[in-house]
C-alpha cells in the first residue's frame, strides 16, 4: 500500500523517499511527522513530512542514514511497498504573520525547516534562513530553500562554502544589525540552547522543534516525554514544537545521552550484523541483478 | 470433575460470576462427557478470545464458584483454556453470510473493539475497524508479553473473528487520518470509540526523566516489537542494564519483571502494599518468584538517583508499615528507614490513564475530569448521538474480560440504536 515512488540521494548519507500514501497527504500540515517502520518487526521511527502533494497523493521524506532503521529505510528500492507508515501526527506549528521570522537550522534540520519557511513566506512574513552544514558536501536543498526565504545565509564549520562559522554567529549579528520578531531553530539540542539563549536576552519569541526517541508515536508509551513549564507532557501528542524558552533542554538531552550510547552496546552490534545477514530486500535486489 | 453444577450458577452471574455470562456449568458438563467441542461452542457463544481468556484472565468466576469457601475452587480458568485449544476447528471456514446495509465503525482494535465487532457481524452489520498501529490485537499484542499470550494463539483468534466478515483497517488513527466527522460522511452510521487507556500513569518523584528510566508500556511495546529470531531471542534491542528494579504491584509490572527476567537479568519488583493484597493472581506471582524475581512488599519509591553522566544509579526508598492514623489503620512511611537499592534501569508501571488524542480532535464528544469518555451507563451512549464508547476508555483501567464485557454491552446498544 505505500510504495516508494522515487528516491533520490541529496547529500552524504542523506537521501530523499517519495511514498504513496493517499490518506495521509490529504491531511497532512507543516511541522507534522508520520512514523515509519520499514519492514514487520522493525522499530519504528518518527520522520518530518517535508513536502506533500494532495491530487497525487504522495508524501516526501528526508532522513539521514545513521541507525539500523534508518540504514534499511535507505536500503529500499523503488516500487518496494513499505510495512506501515502512521500518521500525520503531531500538532501542526503556528503559522502566523509576524514581521520579520528567522528560521535557523543546522544538519539534517534544514530539511524539516523547508515546510515551515514556506508557510511563513505564504501568510507574508519576510523569512531570513540560515543554514548551517558540516562541509559543502553535506548541505543540501539548497535551492529550494533560496526559493522560499527572502534572504539566506549558509555557514560551513570547515569554511568549504560561503561562510566558515556556526549558524548560531549569524543570527547573533543579524539580531544586532536589524530588528527580528520571531525565531524558529530546527538542530541538535546543544545548537537549540544556545539560539534561545541568544533570544531570551533580548526577549524574541522563539519557537523549537525537537526529536525524541519514540515508541509508538501516539501517546502510549511515554518514551517522548519532555518537561514543558515543571509539567511532564508528550511530545509525540503535544509537540514536536514547543516555546523555546519553556522546554527544559537539558533535561532532554540527558535522556537522549543514553540512547546514543547504546548503540555502542555489545548486544546492539551483534543484532546489526544479523539483520544484515538475513536481510530480504538485500537478497531479493541481488537476485534480480543476477537474474538480468 | 468437583462442579456440583449448582442449578442457579453465580459463577455464570453477570453481576457477581463471569460478565461476559459464559454458561459456565453447561460446558463444564460437555468437558465431563468428553465433548470438547461442544464445550467450546458453548464458551464461543459469548467470548471471541476463548484461548486469550483462558490464559490472562482474572476470573472472577473461580472467586464466585460455590467452592471456594470451604475448598479450593473448581480451575474454571484452565478448563476453559484447554476446551479452547483443543476444540477449535483447525482451519478456519470463511462463512458467507448475507449482511445488511449498515455500516458500523468502531475505532481501537483491541479486546473491547474486536469483541464489539465480532458481535455486530454475527448480527449482519457491516463492521470495519480501525487501528492504528499495525497489526491489530491491541494491548494483546503490543502490552501482553509473548509467554502469556502467544502471538499464534492472537493471530488465529483474529483470523477466528475476519473470517466473520470484520474488516480490519491499520495504519489508520482516527483522530489523524481522519475524524469522526469523516467517518460520519463515509456512511458510518453507528461508531464504537473503544481505545482503551493505554497512556501511562506518571510517576511524581525527582528522577523520573533521567536515562534509563521506562515506564512499562513502553518496555513491553520495545520486547514485544523485537523481532526474535532463534539466534536475538534473549538479546534485548534498547539500552538495559544489568540490575533491574520494577515499580508497581499490578500486572503490567509483574509482566515487566517477568519480561525482563529473561533476558538473564536481576529484577527487583518494589511495590507498596503488603504482598497479598497486590492485584495479581497468586499462582503468577508464584510463577513470577520460581523464575528468580526478588519481590519486595511495602516499600515507597521516594527518589531515583542519578550518576554524574544523567543515567540512573539507584532508587532510594522507604519501608512501610501499618500504624494506626487517627483511629484508622493505615500503611504509612516508617521514619528513618530510608535505604538505596542500586540499579541501572528502573521500570515504572503504576497505572494507565486514557489516551485523550481522540477526544481533544472532536471537541463535541464530553470527556471526565479523568479524561475518561463520559458515558451513559445503561447503554453506552455518549454526547454525541450515534457515537458510542466502551471499554476501558470510559471506564478507566480495569481488567480485560470487563472490557470485553462492555464491547458486548455496546454492541447492543448500537444494534438497538440502528434497528
Known sequence: ?????????????????????????????????????????????????????????????????IGQTTGKLGTLPIGEPIFSILGPLGVQSQIE??????????????AQILPICRAFSRVGNKVIGIVGAKTKKSLMLEAQMRLACNKIFITTNDGSYERKGLATDILRELIKKREVDFVYAIGTIDMMKEVCSITKEKSIETRIQIKPVMVDCMGMCGSCRVVVNGKIVLACIEGPEFDGQEIELEDFSKRMETFKESCKCKNQKLISSQQKKESPTLMKFLLDILKD | MRCPQCAHPICAD???GCPLGISVPKFIRCLREGNVTGAYDYIKQNNCFASICGRICSAPCEVACVLSEDKSPIQIRELERFAADFGRTRFVKKIQKNLNDKKVAIIG????????GWKLAKQGYQVTVFEALDKPGGVLRYGVPDFRVPKKVLDSEINNIKSLGVKIKTNFFIGKTATIDDLKSQGFEGILIATGAGTPKFMNVKGTNLGGVYYGEEFLMRVNLTKTSIFSKYIPTFPIGEKIVVVGAGNTALDCARAAVRFEKQVTLIFRRPEDETFVR????????????KVEPMIKVVEILSDDKGSTAGVKCIRMDYADVDGNWEIIP???????????????????KPNSTLSDTCTEIKVNRNKTVKINREDCSTSVEGVFAAGNVATGANPLINAMAQGLKAAESIDKFLS
Open chain 1, 1 to 65: 500500500m505505500f510504495e516508494i515512488i522515487s528516491k533520490q540521494i541529496l547529500a552524504q548519507d542523506i537521501k530523499r523517499i517519495d511514498i504513496s500514501a493517499p490518506d495521509i497527504a490529504k491531511k497532512v500540515k507543516p511541522g507534522q511527522f508520520v512514523s515509519i517502520c520499514p519492514e514487520e518487526g522493525d522499530e519504528r521511527i518518527p520522520l518530518t513530512v517535508v513536502d506533500w502533494d494532495s491530487s497525487k497523493g504522495t508524501i516526501s521524506i528526508i532522513f539521514q542514514e
Open chain 1, 97 to 110: 504573520k509576524k514581521g520579520t521570522v528567522v528560521c535557523i537550522a543546522t544538519g539534517i534540520g534544514a
Open chain 2, 14 to 16: 453477570v453481576t457477581q
Open chain 2, 109 to 116: 482494535a483491541g479486546p473491547c473493539g474486536l469483541t464489539a
Open chain 2, 282 to 293: 497468586q499462582e503468577e506471582r508464584e510463577f513470577g518468584k520460581a523464575e528468580g524475581i
Open chain 2, 334 to 352: 516508617v521514619p528513618d528507614s530510608e535505604f538505596t537499592i542500586e540499579a541501572d534501569t528502573v521500570i515504572i508501571a503504576i497505572g494507565h
